[in-house]
């Protein structure tokens, strides 16, 4: 007895020990750092125990966990309830499920995203409960989303810019290859480039230097920018363009280089440009040769590298020069220098560099020669260029001096060997002229002392605004901001010359005013009027490049006027101003300036103005090029590309404007309809995306012309479209006009298309959302393309209602087979002569609860929407497999059994569903002969090629094939000839209207037309014995309805038919 008790105590201390042990783990779980809960299983999951984390993640207290139980439908976002199912499912077979991300909705009523994870934690009275882990992972989502929002913006940057993007990976020694850049590439699979490649196509010349740049960049964080040019094309392309690449070099947390990055863009036309100003530079602008200070740069920069050959340098000076101006006139005397300069340059090779280095000199350096070719060059050089100017009773002889220098002997540098020859070229001059001479045959003179002082005078003013150029030549390269670039341009001319203003004006199309864009005072003043008429007719008329300055009558005259344009400041006394031209032909002016009256303008000033016009030109040309680009950026920004329309976000905000400034609202009706275009598909696979593109084109023209208030492409050939009316009976008579209108050129076009649009109206009103909005019109739409009306549906709130049950169901659907709620009913095939069955068709039904057994056009629509059409197949199908299976062993006979497979399974080619069928087929021993595929006739002209193949390979592998709901969609009879169909199904629709008029006669030539394609016909919805006596005489074997049996239950099936 002792014993016993022993035993009694050491039971019960167990119990404690094992409730203490419980309530240490309960204790741990609440106070563990990740969110944990135990979620019972069943009917639905609901949660059992939460612990502190888990109820800080959801807002809630512990206290709600308690007693009343919640359900986890409650708690999870609807749209993330299924993965929870799909996790309670896979622990159910043995195993622990994948992490998976779902929202949670907070007590507050936000939502947060958790990662979950599951396991079996226990099973009570055969309810599986589940040991549930989260953590929350909001602020990763957000990180994610703005990844995903810069990755975005970096694309659609990308596709509108010109810019190429430059990271370099340091680590793994590799560039990604922008999809920009790919068009050059020779390989276009090859994502990803090493420094090797990368060196490959730069060209040559460029390519050291690029090297060394980027070699710095990866030893130390810095900033730079390169200029190369990168090959175009394959290797043997031999092409290549500028490009500019903006660098950074980017440390890791060890301050070792990670990554460089940066931009590249192309700058083959900026280039070209300050190439082909430097060029005209360089030349004269009279002779076309070059000017003094190029000559200069060209024989120095030869001389550098060449210190071996005899060169000569040649001065040829016009003798007597100012007596032909004087005497001719300086059109004359231009006319003279032009002439000079032709036969200089055709009397020396290419080689040499001839240049204009004064009013009425030259210079020539040749390289590579000899005294005797050099002085034999001179001598035939003053033979040649004699000529008589004769008119008005003067005779003058046109002729040269030249004196020569030689490199080495006379010097090693321009500088000194220009001064040599000079020396020359004044002796000869000196002593009769029309001669030539070298250096050192020659004595120095103070003629020539007081010459060359002042040309050096003149090469410094030279030297100057040569450099003054190449700083303007800068500012125009590197410009990011291109205004901004041109007003520091401005300040520095006016500062450089001593100028009290510089503006830029650009010339209306008109002709009649000019539009100030920029301008630059010492004075400070702000001019507020940018829009002047156009007074200086001289200015007007001058030619582009034209030096042109106002009289003082003329300022005088303008005096007020200019007063009152600078606000009345100190006014300008003299104004100059050089035309230019920009952009396709338009015309402006860069004005210049002073307080001083009758200034006059130095020839220098007057040169270096007329270049630096030429590149304001590029400034002007460049910031309207910009301009436009920025417009198509915006255009982009809130246009479809496809069709230029508004596209969806700037559409919402279109609406929003449009709608708020309408003056009388109150006096017009406004909707919002979605439209799309049924079976578009059909143009796309069958006649290529290009013709597809030209109807959603054409369908946009289309809702311009009828002047609606905004329109947009929300994607493919969905649209938005914004309508005003007196009433709401106004807007849908234009909507059904409209897709009547367009319906008509579709089926002209694509006859077997089936193709029509589906709209769906909404009637704005009160304040609601534009979600709320859209969401109502595509309700409509929905509701308009289900039910094959081409008219236009406007929303009701029952469609709200229809949708919100489709949700209800799509979220219990899982779990409905899971419990078992779906059953498989047997509708019974007579035939229709002996009144006797000879196959079946199996239907889907659900027991919904307290509601019954809903029809299948409750639930077969949200269950396409979703997809879940699919399991749902082929759970009616494993049960048919099932029941078989059954009466087979039992030694009953077995019928041919139809069962419907949705157009789902046939989407992407269908290669998953064959699979499928292989799979389930093999699980029974049931000969696919017994099992009858039905495919609705709809799916033929929606996936015609992938239904065929799928059909051959069924036909294949031993079932029989039907057609189901013949004649209700736009298929031919053709079709019948190329689909492997046993068994045409003529649809219930037909088999109405029998018996009304002489529809009865055109049901009997379609059963000879199906009759000569297939061997089978079966009459769906036979509800009369005159239904069927008509059917029965007019050659009908087969049917099925409600005069026969309606669908049962299998069990019910078996016993009455079996």
């Known amino acids: ?35 944990l809960i135990t979620v019972k299983g069943g009917n639905e999951l609901t949660i059992d125990i939460a612990n502190h984390e888990f109820c800080r993640m959801s807002g809630y207290e512990l206290a709600d966990f308690g007693m009343e139980k919640m359900s986890m439908a409650q708690l999870i976002h609807m749209e993330d309830y299924m993965m929870f199912e799909d996790a309670a499912e896979v622990c159910r077979r043995g195993k622990t499920s994948d992490e998976f991300e779902a929202r949670i909705v907070t007590a507050d009523q936000n939502v947060i995203w958790a990662m979950f994870q599951f396991q079996i934690y226990t099973y009570r009275s055969a309810v599986p409960y589940y040991l549930v882990s989260c953590w929350d992972i909001t602020e990763r989502k957000k990180m994610e989303n703005e990844i995903m929002l810069v990755n975005e913006r970096y694309h659609m940057l990308e596709e ?20 920009c850049y790919l068009k050059f590439a020779e390989d276009k699979s090859v994502k990803y480039a090493g420094t090797k490649e990368l060196y490959g196509a730069i060209h040559p010349d460029d390519r050291e230097r690029f090297q060394k740049i980027f070699e710095t960049a990866l030893q130390r964080e810095m900033k730079g920018t390169a200029e190369y040019r990168l090959r175009q094309g394959g290797k043997e392309s031999g092409k290549y363009a500028y490009f500019r690449t903006c660098y950074q070099s980017i440390a890791d947390y060890d301050g070792k280089i990670s990554h460089i990055i940066g931009r590249s863009y192309d700058i083959s036309t900026e280039r070209a440009v300050r190439e082909k100003l430097l060029r005209e530079v360089q030349l004269d602008p009279l002779t076309r040769i070059y000017n003094k200070t190029a000559s200069g740069e060209i024989v120095d920069a030869f001389l550098e590298k060449s210190t071996q050959g005899t060169h000569v340098l040649y001065v040829i000076d016009i003798d007597d020069f100012k007596k032909i101006n004087d005497t001719f006139g300086h059109t004359v005397g231009d006319m003279v220098i032009s002439d000079i300069a032709t036969l200089i340059r055709e009397q020396f090779t290419d080689e040499a560099v001839v240049g204009r280095v004064g009013g009425d000199e030259f210079m020539v350096f040749v390289k590579d020669t000899s005294l005797q070719e050099a002085e034999a060059k001179a001598e035939q050089l003053c033979t040649n260029v004699q000529k008589t100017l004769s008119g008005d009773g003067a005779v003058i002889v046109v002729t ?5 220098a030689v490199t080495g002997k006379d010097g090693y540098d321009y500088s000194t060997l220009f001064e040599r020859a000079d020396h020359a070229m004044y002796h000869i001059k000196k002593n009769g002229k029309n001669h030539y001479g070298f250096a050192g045959e020659t004595e120095e003179g ?124 100190i006014p300008i006394q003299s104004i100059a101003a050089v035309k230019f031209e920009y952009s396709n032909g338009k015309t402006g002016c860069i004005d210049v300036g002073s307080v001083e009256q009758g200034k006059q303008w130095r020839t220098e000033e007057i040169g270096t103005i007329c270049e630096l016009s030429r590149v304001v030109a590029v400034f002007v040309t460049l910031r309207e090029k910009m301009q436009e680009d920025q417009q198509a950026i915006h255009k ?85 479209v914004l309508s005003r009316g007196k009433s709401q009976q106004e807007i849908r008579r234009r909507v059904k006009e409209g897709n009547e209108e367009f319906e008509a050129k ?10 029509k649009l589906s709209a769906g109206i909404c009637f704005l009103s009160g304040k609601s959302s534009f979600e709320t909005i859209l969401e109502s019109a595509n309700l409509a739409r929905k509701y308009a393309k289900e039910h094959n009306i081409t008219s236009g549906v406007v929303y009701i ?69 979703m997809g879940y059409i699919k399991d749902l197949d082929f759970f009616i199908l494993e049960q048919l497999l099932k029941y078989m299976t059954k009466w087979k062993k039992s030694g009953k006979s077995l019928f041919t059994i139809s069962t419907n497979f949705s157009r789902k399974h046939f989407e992407n080619g269908g290669e998953a569903f064959l699979q499928r069928m292989h799979e389930t087929m093999d699980k029974y021993d049931i000969d696919p002969s017994y099992i009858e595929v039905e495919v609705t006739e709809s799916v033929m002209t929606e996936k015609l090629e992938d239904l065929k193949h799928c059909m051959i390979e069924l036909a294949q592998m031993g079932f029989r094939i039907a057609i189901d709901d013949f004649g209700t969609g736009y298929s031919s009879l053709s079709v019948l000839y190329e689909i492997p169909a046993n068994v045409v199904k003529i649809d219930k629709s037909f088999t109405d209207k029998v018996m009304v008029d002489n529809k009865g006669e055109f049901v009997s030539q379609m059963g000879k037309f199906i009759r000569a394609a297939k061997e089978e016909i079966v009459v769906e919805g036979i509800e009369t014995e005159e239904q069927r006596q008509f059917l029965e005489s007019h050659g009908f074997e087969y049917g099925q309805g409600y005069l026969f049996d309606r669908p049962i239950p299998a069990d019910e099936f078996e016993r009455k038919y079996l």
């Open 400 to 404: 040269l001096s030249v004196g020569m």
């Open 636 to 720: 982009l920004k809130n246009r479809d590309r496809l069709t230029g329309l508004y596209n969806m976000e700037a559409f919402r905000i279109k609406l929003v404007q449009l709608l708020e400034a309408e003056e009388n609202p109150q006096e017009n009706t406004y909707a919002l309809t979605m439209v799309d275009v049924n079976n578009f598909s059909y143009v796309n696979e069958n006649f290529g995306a290009e013709m597809g593109d030209s109807i959603l084109k054409e369908f946009s023209r289309l809702l311009e012309r009828k002047k609606v208030m905004a329109a947009c492409r929300m994607y493919s050939d969905y649209f938005l």
């Open 746 to 755: 579709l089926q002209e076009r694509y006859p077997a298309g089936g193709m």
């Open 1 to 35: 007895m002792a014993e016993f008790n022993k035993e009694e105590i050491d039971y019960e201390d167990q119990l404690r020990q094992s409730e203490r042990e419980r309530k240490d783990l309960k204790n741990i779980i609440y106070e563990l750092p990740v969110g």
């Open 160 to 179: 509108v810019s010109d810019d190429i993007v430059l990271d370099y990976d340091v680590k793994k020694q590799q560039f990604e290859i922008p999809e």
């Open 446 to 569: 103070d003629c020539e002392g007081k010459y060359r002082t002042e040309e050096k005078e003149n090469r410094r003013n030279l030297v100057a605004d040569k450099e003054f150029l190449n700083t303007a030549f800068s500012l125009l390269s590197h410009a990011r901001d291109i205004n901004g670039s041109l007003n520091v341009l401005l300040e520095q001319i006016g500062r450089k010359y001593q100028m009290n203003m510089v503006s830029v004006f650009e010339y209306a199309p008109d002709g009649k005013n000019m539009l100030l864009t920029n301008c630059w005072s010492d004075m400070g003043q702000i001019y507020e009027k940018n829009i002047l008429p156009i007074t200086w007719p001289k200015l007007m008329k001058a030619e582009v490049g034209e030096f042109v300055q106002t009289t003082p009558k003329w300022q005088e005259k303008r005096k007020k006027e200019w007063l009152e344009w600078s606000g009345n400041a």
């Open 797 to 865: 709130e029952k469609m709200r209602q229809t949708r919100d049950e489709q949700v209800l169901i799509a979220t219990r659907f899982h779990a409905a087979i899971q419990r078992g709620e779906f059953e498989m009913f047997l509708q019974p095939k007579f035939r229709l002569k002996e009144n006797t069955i000879y196959g079946a068709e199996a239907l889907a039904r659900w027991h919904f609860g307290e509601d019954g057994y809903l029809q299948p056009n409750r639930f077969v629509p949200a269950l396409e929407l």
